[in-house]
């Protein structure tokens, strides 16, 4: 069983930067590869960003490339996001999620195993 728990959401006003953290138990951490997702109001879950199980290579969604960077500390059982430069459609609910089985690092949702409860991120205008 991997228990995930995400903080550092708040409310930031465009332009601004916030780092989300998630911090990762019950397993080996450095056994699998993490991911970032969100999901908006009335839209489906979708894809942010990922990490292998070393760190060494990161996929990221379109919308955030070049705004947004994925990172891990295996010593901290921590994955993080931070995100810079953000943009009212960044607006959302972001979960972070672990794949104990990683073959290739992936972007689909159903590939992860386990994820953590959400934490708001809100970007005003």
């Known amino acids: 069983q991997v228990q995930l728990v995400e903080s550092g959401g708040g409310l930031v006003q465009a332009g601004g930067s916030l780092r989300l953290s998630c911090a990762a138990s019950g397993r080996t951490f450095s056994t699998y590869a993490m991911g970032w997702f969100r999901q908006a109001p009335g839209k489906e879950r979708e894809f942010v960003a990922a990490?292998?199980?070393?760190?060494?290579?990161?996929y990221y969604a379109d919308s955030v490339k070049g705004r947004f960077t994925i990172s891990r500390d295996n010593a901290k059982n921590t994955v993080y996001l931070q995100m810079n430069s953000l943009k009212p459609e960044d607006t959302a609910v972001y979960y972070c999620?672990?794949?104990?089985?990683?073959?290739?690092?992936?972007?689909?949702?159903?590939?992860?195993?386990?994820w953590g409860q959400g934490t708001q991120v809100t970007v005003s205008s």
């Open positions: 999620a672990a794949d104990i089985t990683p073959v290739v690092v992936t972007t689909r949702t159903y590939e992860y195993d386990y």
């Open positions: 990490i292998s199980r070393s760190g060494g290579s990161t």
